[in-house]
Every structure is written in structure tokens, then in C-alpha cells.
């Protein structure tokens, strides 16, 4: 698939530079506040355009193997929770609490990467 | 909420309950939530004195709650009542000097004597000004937490009691609410399932004792506010929860980031005369990290609906206690 240029993670670190640097400045603290929220929330698109689709491919093959069988990504996921939730997977499967935190971290890497290292 | 006429009938309604004038003065609000309205005002009531109104929001819609009942709220007139009641027995809670009712026309709230002091966590934990408060906060906390737990129920018979295990039912009925599957926290609920004390003590408990709903001054905590999940239930409860990570604000010690767990612990087991387990604390440690992800997931759906920023981010926050929780339960930290 033909893709525009520049990428859609330079526009946002692009967007996140004036915000930061240009319009903060320039706000009273509310405003200043609700900015850097904003900022953040773009980091967050950012992060997750860049690191999601490699982290999907690896969490579609921890959970297939989990799981016993081949599926989507999002839909082997619920299945997991589902067996977690009934009971039909015991706590101590063996992978599977391994896996959990891998999620976990990678989730943290796209929505607040300093948690991992607090 | 507050009528076009709030600003006359808040008089006499000051008037009526503590003293007349009633003539109100620096009315500002503090904070607007979905659940209450805070305002800050002083008022001539013989001589002119602080006080804060807390608000109840009326409900928009007379559709029952889905989840009413599951986890623990009071109503503002039983909030008030608590915190008379804490204060009967010595617990620094704000003085409640009115209840409203009806011939108030302003709908359910209280006022209570305003305290100075700082709220902000991250100016307690980091401000030089705050240095001999942190000093003696661990062990306030520790005293504070064993005379709230001399609350006798019978003083606040309005208390539900909620078992550990209903506790954790509970969290499980939200999120089956909120229609979300997410293995880790499945996994973590399932946990809490499995590790809930069995018959524990069963006291008043506050239910959001941590930083950020105390009033610190220099020489430490003044004013406990927040009590309106109060409940009777386990006490270890509240030694967990100002502990839980998103609590500590960022700052080094795991109780609200200024304080030791063997302080903390000392300090309740010689105001209180009762033994703390420190495994019975980290379960609730655990268990509160799990709630609190749940929580984000709520903040998160609700700031879908109201399309706003700093809400829809807290829902990305859902992961932080999680990963705090199986460290936790791996003995780290």
C-alpha cells in the first residue's frame, strides 16, 4: 500500500513539538494543564503506531499457543479473559501468567513507559 | 444542581442551621465532579467564620443505577453523619455544622468548618515547607487509622457491611458492566477471589484513606476528608490502600510515598492494641491495585461519552496498577 509522506508519526511529533514548545508557553495554568494532557494523549497514538503491530504479531502467537488454536489477535484475547473468568484456565497454566505481563508491558511502553522502570 | 437562586437561598440556609446573618462572603467553587459539587465560602454567623459546602448532584435521569448497592457510597446525610460520628471519638474529620434538608431547597449537602492546609500530593511529598510533616505523617496515619477503627458501628448503624469477598464480586459485576475482557485483570480478580481473608475483623472502615484526602500543614496531617465510601469491613483495608502505588504520587516510600510499612504498622498495633499481618495488608494492597484498574476503565468509558481528554487517559492508566499488582504478589516492592 502506497503511503503518504511524511509519516503519520512524524505529524505527530510535529503536532506535539508546537504544542509543546510554542502554544504551552503562552497559556494560562488550566489551559497549560489541559494542553500537556492533550500532548500526552498524542504520544500515546505515537507510541502505539510505532511499537503496536509488532506487538500484536508476537501476542497473537503467545495466545495461540495458550489457547491451543489460530484466531485474530483481539478475539483470542477475550477468549483468554473468558477462560481466566470461568475458571477453565487454571492461574498457574503454565505461559500464562508470563504472558499477562508481557501484555502488560507492552501496553505501558505505548501509554506511560516511565511505569516500567518506577 | 445549584439553582439560579443558589446564591439566596445559601444564606439562609447558613442563617437557619449555624447563625444568623447568614450573609455569605469569597464564594468560590473548589471542585465539580460527577457525584458532588465543593464550594469554599466565608459567612457572618455572629462573627464571620470559614466554612466548606459539599454538594450532592441530582441524578439526571430516574433510571436506577445498574450498579447501585454493589460498592460501598454513602448518602450525603449518612457522609455527615460519619464524620460526626469520627469526630466524637477523636479522628481529625471536618466539623459538620449543617445538614441540609428540604426546606433548604438546595438539595442534599452539608457544611463543615474549613481547615487551611495543603491537599496537593505532589507538594507534600516534594516541597521543603512540608519536611517535619513528613517526618511524623506515618505515624499519624497509624494513630488516625486505630481510632477510626474504634467507631462503634452502632454510631453509624447506616454502615453496609461488605465482606472481603463481596468486595471483589463486586469489581467483577462492574466490569462484566462495562462489557470488557481483559486477561490481566481477569486473572488479577480471580487472585483476589482466591486470597480474600476469611472471617477477618470487622470495624468502620474510611475506604479512601490516602494522600491527597488529607489537609497537611507543617507540622502534619490536620483533616481527613473523603469519607463517603465509608463502611464496616475489614480495618486492614485502609492500612493497604494508602500504600496502593498510584497513591505514593511518585515519591520513594510505599506508604504514600513518605512513609514505612513497619512504621505505618507499629504505630496502629500501639494505638489500637491489635496485631497487623502484613500478609493480610498485602492482599489488600494487591486487591486495591486490581480495584483501581477498574476504576481507570470506568473514568476512561465515562470520558468516551463526554469526549474529554483527561478522562479518556486515565483510561490508558488501567495497565499502571496491574503491573503494580503482580509485583506485588511477586514479592517486589
Same mark, same amino acid.
Given at each position: 500500500?502506497?503511503?503518504?509522506?511524511?509519516?503519520?508519526?512524524?505529524?505527530?511529533?510535529?503536532?506535539?513539538?508546537?504544542?509543546?514548545?510554542?502554544?504551552?508557553?503562552?497559556?494560562?495554568?488550566?489551559?497549560?494543564?489541559?494542553?500537556?494532557?492533550?500532548?500526552?494523549?498524542?504520544?500515546?497514538?505515537?507510541?502505539?503506531l510505532?511499537?503496536?503491530?509488532?506487538?500484536?504479531i508476537?501476542?497473537r502467537?503467545?495466545?495461540?499457543?495458550?489457547?491451543?488454536?489460530?484466531?485474530?489477535?483481539?478475539?483470542?484475547?477475550?477468549?483468554?479473559?473468558?477462560?481466566i473468568?470461568?475458571g477453565?484456565?487454571?492461574l498457574?497454566?503454565?505461559?500464562?501468567?508470563e504472558?499477562?505481563?508481557?501484555?502488560?508491558?507492552?501496553?505501558?511502553?505505548?501509554?506511560?513507559?516511565?511505569?516500567?522502570?518506577? | 444542581?445549584?439553582?439560579d *437562586?443558589?446564591?439566596?437561598k445559601?444564606?439562609l440556609?447558613?442563617?437557619?442551621?449555624?447563625?444568623a446573618? %447568614?450573609?455569605?462572603?469569597? +464564594?468560590?467553587?473548589?471542585?465539580?465532579?460527577? *457525584?458532588?459539587?465543593?464550594?469554599?465560602?466565608?459567612?457572618?454567623?455572629?462573627?464571620?467564620?470559614?466554612?466548606?459546602?459539599?454538594?450532592?448532584?441530582?441524578?439526571?435521569?430516574?433510571? #436506577?443505577?445498574?450498579?447501585?448497592?454493589?460498592? #460501598?457510597?454513602?448518602?450525603?446525610?449518612?457522609?455527615?453523619?460519619?464524620?460526626?460520628?469520627a469526630?466524637?471519638?477523636?479522628?481529625?474529620?471536618?466539623?459538620?455544622?449543617?445538614?441540609?434538608?428540604?426546606?433548604?431547597?438546595?438539595g442534599?449537602?452539608?457544611?463543615?468548618?474549613?481547615v487551611?492546609?495543603e491537599?496537593?500530593?505532589t507538594r507534600?511529598?516534594?516541597?521543603?515547607?512540608?519536611?517535619?510533616?513528613?517526618?511524623?505523617?506515618?505515624?499519624? /496515619?497509624?494513630?488516625? +487509622?486505630?481510632?477510626?477503627?474504634?467507631?462503634p458501628?452502632?454510631?453509624?448503624?447506616f454502615?453496609?457491611?461488605?465482606? #472481603?469477598?463481596?468486595?471483589?464480586?463486586?469489581?467483577?459485576?462492574?466490569?462484566?458492566?462495562?462489557?470488557?475482557?481483559?486477561?490481566?485483570?481477569?486473572?488479577? +480478580?480471580?487472585?483476589a477471589?482466591?486470597?480474600?481473608?476469611?472471617?477477618?475483623r470487622?470495624?468502620?472502615?474510611?475506604?479512601?484513606?490516602?494522600?491527597? *484526602?488529607?489537609?497537611?500543614?507543617?507540622?502534619?496531617?490536620r483533616?481527613l476528608?473523603?469519607?463517603?465510601?465509608?463502611?464496616?469491613?475489614?480495618?486492614?483495608?485502609?492500612?493497604?490502600?494508602? /500504600?496502593?502505588?498510584?497513591?505514593?504520587?511518585?515519591?520513594?516510600?510505599?506508604?504514600? %510515598?513518605?512513609?514505612?510499612?513497619?512504621?505505618?504498622?507499629?504505630?496502629?498495633?500501639?494505638?489500637?492494641?491489635?496485631?497487623?499481618?502484613?500478609?493480610?495488608?498485602?492482599?489488600?494492597?494487591?486487591?486495591?491495585?486490581?480495584?483501581?484498574?477498574? %476504576? /481507570?476503565?470506568? +473514568?476512561?468509558?465515562?470520558?468516551?461519552?463526554?469526549?474529554?481528554?483527561?478522562?479518556?487517559?486515565?483510561?490508558r492508566?488501567?495497565?499502571e496498577?496491574?503491573?503494580?499488582?503482580?509485583?506485588?504478589?511477586?514479592?517486589?516492592?
Amino acid at each position: 500500500m502506497p503511503r503518504s509522506m511524511p509519516d503519520s508519526t512524524i505529524l505527530l511529533k510535529a503536532a506535539i513539538k508546537y504544542l509543546e514548545e510554542e502554544l504551552m508557553p503562552t497559556l494560562d495554568a488550566y489551559h497549560r494543564f489541559k494542553t500537556r494532557v492533550t500532548a500526552n494523549a498524542l504520544n500515546i497514538v505515537r507510541r502505539e503506531l510505532e511499537l503496536r503491530d509488532d506487538q500484536a504479531i508476537a501476542e497473537r502467537v503467545r495466545l495461540a499457543a495458550l489457547l491451543g488454536h489460530e484466531g485474530d489477535v483481539e478475539a483470542l484475547s477475550t477468549e483468554l479473559a473468558e477462560r481466566i473468568r470461568t475458571g477453565a484456565a487454571p492461574l498457574d497454566q503454565p505461559g500464562l501468567r508470563e504472558h499477562l505481563r508481557q501484555s502488560l508491558a507492552d501496553a505501558l511502553a505505548i501509554n506511560n513507559p516511565k511505569w516500567l522502570t518506577r | 444542581m445549584s439553582g439560579d *437562586n443558589f446564591a439566596e437561598k445559601l444564606p439562609l440556609a447558613v442563617a437557619r442551621h449555624i447563625g444568623a446573618p %447568614g450573609t455569605i462572603h469569597d +464564594l468560590q467553587r473548589l471542585t465539580g465532579g460527577a *457525584n458532588k459539587t465543593t464550594w469554599s465560602f466565608d459567612a457572618d454567623v455572629g462573627e464571620r467564620q470559614r466554612f466548606i459546602l459539599q454538594m450532592s448532584s441530582i441524578p439526571l435521569t430516574a433510571e #436506577p443505577d445498574p450498579l447501585a448497592g454493589v460498592s #460501598p457510597h454513602l448518602t450525603a446525610e449518612e457522609d455527615a453523619a460519619l464524620m460526626q460520628a469520627a469526630v466524637k471519638v477523636g479522628v481529625p474529620a471536618p466539623r459538620v455544622r449543617a445538614v441540609l434538608d428540604p426546606a433548604d431547597g438546595l438539595g442534599s449537602g452539608y457544611v463543615t468548618e474549613r481547615v487551611d492546609g495543603e491537599t496537593l500530593a505532589t507538594r507534600i511529598l516534594r516541597d521543603d515547607r512540608y519536611a517535619a510533616a513528613r517526618k511524623v505523617m506515618t505515624r499519624q /496515619c497509624g494513630e488516625i +487509622l486505630a481510632t477510626i477503627h474504634t467507631i462503634p458501628l452502632a454510631d453509624a448503624p447506616f454502615l453496609k457491611r461488605f465482606d #472481603p469477598a463481596e468486595l471483589v464480586a463486586a469489581q467483577r459485576k462492574i466490569l462484566a458492566y462495562r462489557g470488557l475482557h481483559l486477561p490481566a485483570l481477569e486473572w488479577g +480478580l480471580r487472585w483476589a477471589a482466591e486470597h480474600a481473608p476469611k472471617n477477618p475483623r470487622v470495624t468502620c472502615v474510611h475506604g479512601d484513606f490516602r494522600l491527597g *484526602n488529607f489537609i497537611v500543614g507543617e507540622e502534619g496531617i490536620r483533616l481527613l476528608l473523603d469519607w463517603e465510601i465509608g463502611q464496616a469491613g475489614d480495618p486492614m483495608q485502609d492500612l493497604a490502600w494508602v /500504600c496502593v502505588k498510584t497513591w505514593r504520587f511518585g515519591g520513594p516510600k510505599p506508604v504514600g %510515598g513518605f512513609g514505612t510499612r513497619e512504621e505505618l504498622f507499629a504505630a496502629y498495633e500501639k494505638a489500637s492494641g491489635h496485631r497487623v499481618d502484613p500478609a493480610q495488608v498485602r492482599f489488600w494492597e494487591a486487591f486495591g491495585s486490581v480495584k483501581w484498574a477498574v %476504576g /481507570c476503565l470506568g +473514568l476512561g468509558t465515562r470520558g468516551v461519552e463526554e469526549m474529554n481528554v483527561e478522562r479518556c487517559a486515565i483510561g490508558r492508566r488501567t495497565e499502571e496498577p496491574l503491573w503494580d499488582f503482580y509485583n506485588l504478589i511477586e514479592g517486589r516492592d
